[in-house]
């Protein structure tokens, strides 16, 4: 695979990596990250990390706080730049394109890669302006009703929301406002969606629709999560990334991953035994 | 009071000895000093007001608000102080808050953080304290003689616009600052522009404080008196202004005018002016209150 042409400078060893890429091998990679180090400022937060994220599968992103999961997952949209003093290395990869270089519009990057965040955010206005305003400002030229009927539908919201959509989106509970926040993002008609934590602020029921939500998305969509929740990981995703301190230390189908580990650390982290 | 707690059987145990006695009564004495503090303050607000009242309640007549300066007492009125004030203050708003606006919303959401915006914000920080007597001059050499507004409207504006921009610039910034980042995260992840996300979620939620910060300065602007004296502008002027190039009083200016003059008629002449200048300046502070509370309504959760 073309993809593998440049051996990652990872102290973690070639051998370790070898396992790593036979899996990854057979999976078609909507999303790549190409050896991406991530500064803030001189202190690096993400090493020499390569990863393929298949289409229309639901990866997991998983590891101890701090490990650096969340700041990899906004790298796939150029979010960390919104930060500040972040520099990142190597090349992130929306099927050809690196989104990275010089000429492509950060704005665009986002659009086509959603995201939805740890705490529902949702703009302080109407149900229905949260839904049509992504859609809006990027020229939308369909029917906006029917778009963000579709959304909500699709993000299993319609049915609680059909006759307040003019109220604010303030008003719904923890959950509902997680669901509407993916509506949001859906309504740009994203290729892929990443997930930061969506339900670690929500209790297990709005947790258990969240989940079941994704299963169905990822018909349609490629979808990217973070979690620390070790069993949300294994519930809902089909890949999973372990990384620790930075670098990514395991990646494979997440059935293997969790029930015969190739890596002692792995083990070691799902098992309880750290993190 | 449970004076006596400390040599009672005390729920204290081991190690932990406090004295209850001393921990109380600091408590109490500092509560004290405290409300007495406030009752300083208000104090001397409601003697303020009180003074002004008796000495120009019977001055607030009609033939005052609609009469000209005078050099009889009996005849002296506001009327072109008051459409002085008004149109200075609309001028200045025309020139201060887009400036003072749009600088804010420049350093708070698009300037790179360095050094040299660090520089700037610590400047602006210096211009909200220079002295507006300061500004006075600054307007008479530029405004009044270099551009050659004369003593008029336009240069007594522009002088006050001078004055309350580093206060509107520094009220913004803090009204931005408060809008949280998960906003503007959520407007750009669905591919707005920062342009985009500023105007249509960051400046509505940051709006009340925004009018509120405004408003304030303006109040200050509204009572300014050295300024304008240091340009020149007229006590005597006998008919209202029509237009920004035209000549102009205010009414701190009158105020002062009559404050200083000898004849006993002219305290009351003054008292009433007092009068009227604040009733303009807790209207502007109601409008204040009044807008926050209603743009605070769709507050962010």
Same mark, same amino acid.
């Given at each position: ?56 599968? $639901?990866?997991?992103? #998983? ?61 302080p ?23 963000? &009927? ?20 303030l ?49 349609? +969509? ?54 | ?27 109490? $004495? ?11 303050? +208000? ?65 708070? &959401? ?5 050094? /040299?915006?660090?520089?700037?914000? %610590?400047?602006?920080?210096? /211009? ?9 001059? +600054?307007?008479?050499?530029?405004? $009044? ?12 504006? %522009? ?14 910034? &803090?009204?931005?600052?408060?809008v949280p980042?998960s906003l ?21 939620a ?17 009572? &300014? ?18 237009? #920004? ?23 009351? $002449? ?10 303009? %300046? ?7 209150? +009044? %807008? ?6 769709h507050k962010l959760a």
């Amino acid at each position: 695979m073309t993809m593998f042409t440049t051996e990652p400078k990872s102290s973690i060893s070639s051998r370790e990596k070898a396992l790593e890429k036979k899996d990854v091998a057979s999976a078609q990679g909507k999303l790549s990250a190409r050896d991406v180090s991530i500064y803030y400022g001189s202190t690096a937060a993400i090493r020499n990390v390569t990863l393929e994220i298949p289409e229309r599968k $639901v990866t997991a992103i #998983i590891g101890p706080s701090g490990c650096g999961k969340s700041t990899l997952l906004r790298a796939f949209n150029r979010m960390n730049e919104l930060v500040g003093d972040v520099r990142l290395t190597g090349q992130v990869l929306l099927e050809e394109t690196d989104i990275y270089a010089p000429g492509v519009d950060p704005v665009e990057v986002r659009r086509r890669i959603g995201m939805v965040f740890q705490k529902p955010n949702p703009f302080p206005k109407t149900i229905y302006k949260n839904v049509a305003w992504g859609p809006k400002i990027n020229g939308y030229r369909g029917n906006m009703d029917e778009l963000v &009927e579709d959304c909500l539908r699709r993000a299993a919201l319609w049915d609680e929301v059909k006759d307040k959509l003019n109220k604010s989106g303030l008003e719904l509970s923890g959950g509902q406002q997680q669901r509407l926040c993916i509506a949001r993002a859906l309504a740009t008609r994203p290729e892929v969606l990443l997930l930061d934590e969506p339900a670690s602020a929500l209790d297990p029921i709005s947790t258990a629709c969240i989940e079941e939500l994704l299963d169905q998305l990822k018909n349609e +969509l490629t979808i990217a999560i973070v979690t620390h929740n070790m069993q949300q990981a294994a519930r809902v995703s089909d890949h999973t990334a372990f990384l620790y301190v930075g670098e990514l230390v395991e990646f494979g189908a997440t059935e293997q991953l969790f029930t015969k580990p190739k890596l002692k650390r792995t083990e070691d982290y799902i098992t309880g035994r750290f993190g | 009071m449970r004076a006596n707690a400390a040599s009672n059987p005390s729920i204290q145990s081991g190690e932990f000895r406090r004295s209850e006695l001393i921990a109380k009564t600091t408590g109490a $004495v500092f509560a004290i000093l405290c409300f007495c503090a406030t009752f300083a303050a +208000l104090a001397a607000l409601a003697v303020l007001l009180i003074e002004i009242w008796q000495s120009g309640h019977s001055g607030l007549t009609k033939s005052f608000l609609r009469g000209n300066p005078s050099s009889l007492p009996e005849r002296a009125g506001i009327y072109p102080g008051l459409l002085g004030t008004l149109w200075l203050m609309g001028c200045t708003a025309l020139f201060a808050i887009p400036l003072g606006v749009g600088a804010a919303i420049y350093l708070e &959401e698009f300037a790179p953080k360095n050094r /040299l915006t660090a520089f700037i914000n %610590l400047n602006i920080s210096n /211009l909200a304290g220079v002295p507006s007597i300061v500004y006075g001059l +600054l307007g008479l050499t530029l405004f $009044v003689r270099f551009f050659g507004f004369g003593r008029s409207i336009l240069a007594g504006a %522009l002088t006050l616009s001078l004055l309350i921009m580093p206060v509107i610039i520094a009220a913004t910034r &803090e009204a931005l600052k408060a809008v949280p980042d998960s906003l503007r995260h959520a407007a750009l992840g669905v591919g707005g522009t920062r342009w985009q996300t500023v105007l249509h979620h960051v400046l509505p939620a940051a709006a009340p404080g925004m009018l509120t910060g405004i408003i304030l300065a303006f109040s200050r602007a509204v009572g &300014e008196t050295a300024p304008l004296v240091m340009i020149g502008a007229f006590v005597h002027v006998t008919s209202a202004p029509a237009g #920004i190039l035209d000549k102009f009083t205010a009414m701190p200016i009158l105020i002062y005018d009559w404050a200083e003059r000898p004849q006993d008629g002219f305290r009351e $002449v003054a008292g009433a002016g007092i009068l009227i200048l604040l009733i303009m %300046l807790l209207a502007m502070n109601a409008i204040a209150i +009044l %807008l926050r509370n209603r743009f605070g309504k769709h507050k962010l959760a």
